[in-house]
């Protein structure tokens, strides 16, 4: 008769959290920022359908990186949540430090209770009547909450990276244009961009096609929550005008190269 492999339960969860842990450093990065007009999020996205970045209630967001089936689940579990509340109370007793709260709750009992733990990292944001009252919540795989840093969030990818970059370029109050300049030139400081960029197809490594961008917009009557897309978010991009400007630069001293 064999004995039955035995493991601690400090080793269970070092395990588990391993997993977890590569899972999310595997996905694409996702900046979440406070702006004067309210919540910005980008997220690296080619997909034109599967969202990371969605709206939960009027005035809250949510965003995502690791496995979509995984955080999809809590999205929907979230506005189900939500919606009951509002409809039991009132809308305006919807708040984002509840909503943190029930997937704190769930994501402990996920990552406790089952063989495989759930490879996500969330945030929920709520958009306030001024920049102070605005709230950013990230959560990690085992439910914990992070408060580390009040004024962005940064999940997957080389979030090291990322970090350092906003600490350096971001401000408060800035204006919508700046604030996804920021967050760009911020994505683009993770190695693999970084070696990227230093060739002639780097600047494009993160165009609009590649990025999903969505707000949560302080002066918006009703819901809050709007993407951008399309020639709205083109005419957004830092790198349009500066491209155009390099392009144009490029022709002139060609032309000048023919002259002389």
């Known amino acids: ?87 039991m109370y009132d809308r305006r007793d919807v708040n984002a430090r509840a909503l943190a709260n029930v997937y704190a709750q769930t994501l402990s009992t996920i990552f406790t209770e ?42 997957g990818g080389q979030t090291d990276a990322i970090n350092a970059k906003l600490k350096d370029t971001y401000s408060d109050g800035m204006e919508l244009n700046a604030a996804l300049a920021v967050a760009i030139e911020a994505l683009r400081a993770t190695p693999a961009n970084t070696s990227a960029s230093t060739g002639s197809a780097g600047s494009n490594e993160l165009n609009a096609s590649k990025l999903e961008v969505a707000v949560l917009d302080r002066e918006r009557p009703g819901r809050k929550f709007r993407r951008i897309t399309g020639a709205a978010l083109e005419a957004l991009m830092p790198s349009t005008q500066q491209g155009e400007a390099s392009s144009e630069s490029a022709d002139s001293s060609g032309s000048d190269g023919e002259k002389s």
Request: charged share 30%; proline share 5%.
């Open 1 to 87: 008769m064999t004995m039955p492999l035995y493991a601690s339960p400090e080793q269970l969860m070092r395990e588990r959290s391993e997993l977890a842990r590569k899972g999310i450093a595997r996905g694409r990065s996702v900046v979440v920022l406070k702006y004067r007009g309210g919540v910005l999020f980008v997220a690296e996205n080619p997909s034109p359908t599967l969202h990371k970045v969605s709206e939960i209630y009027d005035r809250i967001g949510f965003a995502a990186v690791g496995r979509y089936s995984e955080f999809e689940s809590l999205r929907r579990g979230g506005i189900r949540h939500v919606d009951l509340q509002g409809y």
């Open 114 to 155: 089952q063989l495989k733990p759930f490879e996500v990292e969330i945030c929920v944001a709520q958009v306030g009547d001024n920049s102070d009252e605005d709230e950013l919540y990230r959560l990690t795989y085992d439910g914990s909450i992070v408060m580390d840093e009040p004024k962005y969030v940064v999940m």
